[in-house]
């Protein structure tokens, strides 16, 4: 057996400790290294030589994975192992990363006691410095540390560390992302002074009935602790000291820069005081329930993958306070450190979870998982240790998590067990201990709404959902829902969406990869594109979904007055408006506790109106300007009666060889030819959706397409031209005795036409439909679009929270939503009236009795269904412009429960009515 499929973890390697900010010099180790690949193991490691001539080698920077530097390509799997399961053996062909860096030892360094650091190496490393092996380590996204002081020699030193992309520790990082071989993580070299300080571990609590913070700064050797915001100067560490304090917490994360020091290092720690507990089966911090409206962040960028630059960590902490998350699962290993100084700092809950997960093991009924096997415990152990060592200073982390999806054994237990004993002051987090025999909380993945209320009403430990609302293409649906639980029940602490960001990758010919896109023999597809974030990090519809229900304020309207209360924090930082659509403004005075307000006068129009209340910072904060949306909401000051005079103009009349009626023009057969004089395709049933990745996932799609609502055919029975045009149709799939008996009755109204569809099921209908509309076709340049209805974004009965009511201005291109692996989008829901023009502003007007969903594509939903990355998408000769009486839920299917039942759609006899008219 040798290194990589040994079960050992390490050799060489120092005791896990803090990650510091220390006064010590370090050199930063990045930049352009020499790299090999060889597709094996099997290569002879002279080139760790001093000496060896490696000139004809490729230069790779580091950090970085070599996949995406074109040495061999990225390959995506979820569950399943692409290799075989034989643990503890990876697979021969092991591609095998040899990088060389030549450096200067700075000036005065010879001879003192110096750390060689790998923050993060994907996925087993062998390392020599000038020609002495170091030894070897596994664990990809876990610090590393060699003593190499005796080692390093003045001016040139070489560095050489052989990178094998698998290990026998693969077997325990089977996370649900790309395999990522590479050094991805920064490599410094810090010099350790004599009488120097190796660790620190700060224990802060806060005790809310006092105002007291009580500090404890443990060292491994004597040192001094001094908080000057504090007043506490040079005090011993490892002693007690209790003072008054603000706490620290996700919306107010007071942080005070603390130093500790000992005669050969001074090291900066930002201190937070803050006392996680569980009291009656409610977690609380600082006394109060803990409210976790938290989203599973992997670290992903679309260029570097896991190697990712600073910026790209606070654009992640900036956008999730800008979205109202207020808690980070850092699925489903320890993220680069100074994400968690930056969840610290600007104030998010974390849950640190450990670099761990053996899923593949569940394809082969669970045998031989390493979690019960004695062989892998040193292993396990030494991932929790390299976890909570390094992270613990973080008063952003109040939960401890031992992974993700490794089922469960003692070897887990044990990592339990050491934790608590460690660090008795956060709870321990696994989701996979399904009867909490060694966890604190109970966590749940994917619990239905039914389920998650009945566990939230039973007393328990508190209840966690680590995943829900699986973010995969159009959705989440049912987040309200969620969220409604979360708020009622105090043993929900609340839950982390599933996921951040799609993980696609840039790809010369697709746009975004994901599985498959790389030849991969075996893979997952796109199912590594369930983020909230579109892989460039701009904000897909639901993430603005979740803002809006993560929302910290609730309003409630009353028939004339408002009740703002805060539900996380309080209003101080808040500044609650009022606006209506002639363009009033004003302001409300609340307390910061909230209160009730009277509503601003109504004003005299028969037009309906919205009151939008929005409660915005009142000030710049570290995370927003002021003036940014924290939350708002709605409320209808006026609603008219609606469209209902129905007075005969002018009547259909036969020509030569068709019917024209007022603005319309038809066929012999009843079918609308031209409307306004821009040539149209006539009203058509419609069933069908492009499917989405929960219509997919979930076989609905596979109902649609059995019962062939995709193919549907049209014929007229009859067509009857008196007062107004009646054109009686069935339409039907082949192969079946069910059809649909529709009528499109045509009257004249106002300068227009009004159409009603009369639809009525013929045979049985069992099963849900994808979506009830007409859709007609438009000439291509009518690709201007304004409506009065739910915007700017799309919605779907169970989606677009987000979605306000106002008048709105578009093009047919900008209302596409560019999901990664293309899908029903889009949807304009709640409209009222729509007008489709060119740029001219001609064109046509549709105004819904009462309402309808407004969808405008240059493309057919079957174009739209076959297409497997937006590239493919190739706009067609017309606009298409679908006008629905409903959508069937979009859910969470992919990975969770369906539609909820109030927003099923089953067929029945309906009648959805539509005024065109010309513009
Ligand atoms: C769950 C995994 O924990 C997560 O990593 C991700 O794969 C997610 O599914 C789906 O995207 S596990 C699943 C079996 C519930």
């Not at 009935?209 to 005090?235: F, I, K, N």
């Amino acid at each position: 057996m040798s290194y990589h499929d040994d079960y050992a973890p390490s050799s060489g390697t120092r005791a896990p400790r803090a990650a510091l900010s220390s006064d010590a010099p370090r050199l930063d180790l990045s930049g352009d290294w020499r790299f090999r690949l060889s597709s094996t193991v099997d290569v002879p490691d002279d080139f760790a030589a001093p000496e060896f001539d490696d000139s004809g080698w490729d230069t790779l920077p580091v950090p970085s994975h070599w996949p995406l530097h074109g040495y061999g390509a990225p390959a995506y799997t979820n569950v399943v192992y692409p290799f075989p399961v034989d643990p503890p053996h990876p697979p021969e062909r092991n591609p095998t990363g040899d990088h060389r860096r030549e450096f200067e030892l700075p000036d005065g360094w010879a001879d003192t006691a110096t750390v060689l650091r790998f923050d993060g190496v994907d996925s087993c490393a062998r390392v020599w410095l000038n020609g002495t092996e170091l030894g070897f380590f596994t664990g990809s996204r876990l610090p590393t540390e060699f003593d190499v002081g005796p080692l390093l020699r003045p001016g040139r030193n070489v560095l050489a560390v052989r990178v094998h992309q698998w290990s026998a520790a693969s077997y325990l990082e089977d996370q649900d992302m790309w395999w990522l071989p590479g050094i991805f993580r920064a490599v410094t070299l810090q010099r350790r002074p004599a009488g120097g300080l190796d660790d620190v571990f700060v224990h802060a609590d806060y005790d809310h009935t006092t105002g007291l913070g009580t500090l404890r700064v443990d060292t491994p050797v004597p040192a001094t602790v001094s908080v000057p915001g504090l007043g506490l100067a040079a005090l011993p560490t490892g002693a007690p000291v209790t003072v008054p304090v603000s706490p620290w917490s996700a919306e107010s994360p007071t942080l005070y820069d603390a130093t500790v020091t000992t005669v050969g290092e001074t090291v900066r720690l930002r201190v937070g005081f803050r006392t996680v507990s569980i009291v009656d089966g409610v977690l609380l911090v600082n006394g109060e329930p803990l409210a976790l409206r938290g989203v599973n962040r992997h670290e992903f960028h679309t260029e570097h993958g896991r190697a990712l630059p600073r910026g790209t960590m606070l654009d992640d902490v900036l956008a999730m306070k800008r979205h109202n998350i207020n808690a980070v699962r850092t699925s489903h290993y320890p993220p680069d450190s100074a994400f968690l100084d930056l969840c610290d700092e600007y104030g998010l809950w974390v849950v640190d979870e450990c670099d761990l997960e053996t899923h593949g093991f569940e394809l082969v009924g669970w045998r031989n998982n390493p979690s019960d096997d004695p062989a892998w415990l040193a292993s396990y152990l030494d991932r929790m240790r390299r976890t909570v060592e390094r992270d613990k200073n973080h008063p952003s982390i109040v939960l401890w998590s031992l992974g993700n999806e490794s089922h469960t054994g003692a070897n887990l237990a044990a990592m339990a067990d050491w934790t608590r004993d460690r660090d008795p002051s956060r709870p321990v987090h696994y989701e996979g201990d399904a009867d909490c025999s060694y966890v604190d909380v109970y966590s749940r993945m994917y619990a239905s709404h039914a389920e998650t209320d009945e566990i939230g009403a039973t007393p328990g430990k508190p209840f966690v959902q680590c995943e829900y609302a699986h973010a995969m293409g159009n959705g989440p649906g049912g987040l309200v829902e969620y969220v409604e639980l979360f708020d009622r029940h105090p043993r929900c602490a609340g839950g982390f969406v599933w996921e951040w960001i799609d993980h696609g990758l840039r790809h010369p010919e697709h746009g975004y990869a994901y599985g498959g896109d790389f030849g991969e023999p075996v893979h997952d597809g796109n199912f590594v594109i369930d983020g909230l974030l579109f892989p460039d990090r701009t904000p897909s519809p639901g993430l603005l979904d979740v803002k809006k229900v993560y929302e910290p304020v609730r309003f409630a309207f009353a028939d004339d007055t408002l009740t703002v209360t805060p539900k996380r924090g309080d209003l101080s930082g808040l500044r609650v408006e009022w606006t209506m659509p002639d363009g009033t403004t004003g302001e409300f005075d609340l307390p910061a506790e909230g209160g009730t307000v009277p509503l601003p006068p109504v004003p005299e129009t028969a037009e309906e109106t919205w009151l939008t209340v929005r409660a915005v910072l009142a000030a710049d904060t570290p995370w927003a300007e002021r003036g940014h949306e924290v939350a708002w909401a709605q409320h209808r000051l006026c609603d008219p009666a609606g469209l209902r005079e129905h007075w005969p103009g002018v009547r259909p009349s036969r020509i030569e060889d068709g019917i024209t009626f007022g603005p319309g023009e038809f066929d012999r057969t009843g079918r609308l030819t031209s409307f306004a004089g821009f040539p149209v395709g006539t009203p058509r049933l419609e069933l069908w959706r492009a499917p989405t990745d929960n219509d997919r996932l979930a076989r609905l799609h596979d109902t649609w397409t059995a019962n062939g609502l995709h193919r549907l055919t049209h014929r007229v029975d009859e067509v009857v031209v008196g007062q107004d045009l009646l054109a009686r149709t069935r339409v039907a799939p082949a192969g079946t005795d069910r059809g649909v008996r529709v009528d499109y009755d045509w009257k004249s109204l106002r300068d227009g036409l009004l159409l009603a569809v009369h639809v009525t099921p013929e045979g049985e209908w069992p099963e849900p439909i994808a979506t009830l509309a007409v859709s007609l076709s438009l000439p291509p340049t009518l690709d201007r679009v304004r409506w009065f209805g739910k915007g700017p974004g799309e919605s779907y009965p169970d989606t677009g929270s987000a979605a306000r009511i106002d008048t709105f201005e578009s093009t047919v291109d900008d209302m596409q939503t560019p999901y990664v692996r293309p899908q029903e989008n889009g949807r304009r829901g709640g409209v009222r009236w729509a007008t489709v023009t060119d740029p001219s502003g001609r064109g046509l007007r549709i105004t819904g009795l009462p309402l309808f969903g407004l969808t405008v594509r240059r493309w057919t939903p079957t174009a739209l269904a076959d297409a497997r990355h937006p590239t493919e998408l190739v706009p067609g000769p017309t606009v298409e412009l679908t006008l629905d009486a409903g959508h069937h839920g979009i859910g969470t299917a992919s990975c969770g429960p369906g539609t909820l039942p109030d927003y099923e759609l089953f067929l029945s006899e309906t009648e959805f009515t539509v005024l065109l008219e010309p513009v």
